[in-house]
């Protein structure tokens, strides 16, 4: 069997940190709540606001409905994000706040995880010349995936 040496970086990816260290735990409790009426403050579930909710269901059948659907679900699209979207978020960002932003300000991702992920690694870390960047993530909201981002 091939067991390849991991690097430093997938050493520390491959750790147990974060939202998957409590996994186990999270989906025993859901189960075991089936059925009762109880309130979810586990980690990593956003919060299901029905109005939005709605929203959601909403676009879903425009977008079932469109000929675009297999464009935007079938296809991988571009690693900046669905244009669609990105310029929406300028438009609203330029009108809401007064700002001149272009699509090259804007990086959709599936999560924040991921995005403070890309930015931990992207800004932090050592240089080219072996100096050590340092960034600071928020305290608050605290998300127990920031363990082993970088």
């Known amino acids: 069997m091939v067991n390849p040496a991991l690097s430093e970086f997938g050493a520390t990816m491959s750790r147990l940190t974060g939202v998957r260290a409590i996994m186990a735990d999270i989906i025993a409790t859901l189960r075991a709540?089936?059925?009762q009426e109880f309130l979810n403050f586990s980690s990593g579930n956003p919060l299901v606001l029905p109005e939005v909710e709605k929203l959601w269901r909403n676009c879903t059948t425009k977008l079932l409905a469109s000929p675009e659907y297999?464009?935007?679900?079938?296809?991988?699209?571009?690693?900046?994000?669905?244009?669609?979207?990105?310029?929406a978020v300028v438009n609203d960002f330029n009108c809401?706040?007064?700002?001149?932003?272009?699509?090259?300000?804007?990086?959709?991702?599936?999560?924040?995880?991921?995005?403070?992920?890309?930015?931990?690694?992207?800004?932090?870390?050592?240089?080219?010349?072996?100096?050590?960047?340092?960034?600071?993530?928020?305290?608050?909201?605290?998300?127990?995936?920031?363990?082993?981002?970088?």
């Open 70 to 87: 297999g464009e935007v679900v079938g296809r991988y699209g571009s690693s900046q994000g669905y244009q669609p979207l990105i310029d």
């Open 33 to 35: 709540g089936q059925g």
């Open 96 to 150: 809401r706040y007064g700002l001149n932003l272009s699509d090259r300000n804007i990086l959709i991702t599936p999560g924040s995880q991921s995005i403070y992920f890309y930015a931990a690694n992207a800004f932090g870390g050592y240089t080219s010349s072996q100096s050590l960047k340092k960034i600071v993530l928020p305290l608050s909201p605290d998300y127990t995936g920031y363990g082993g981002v970088s």
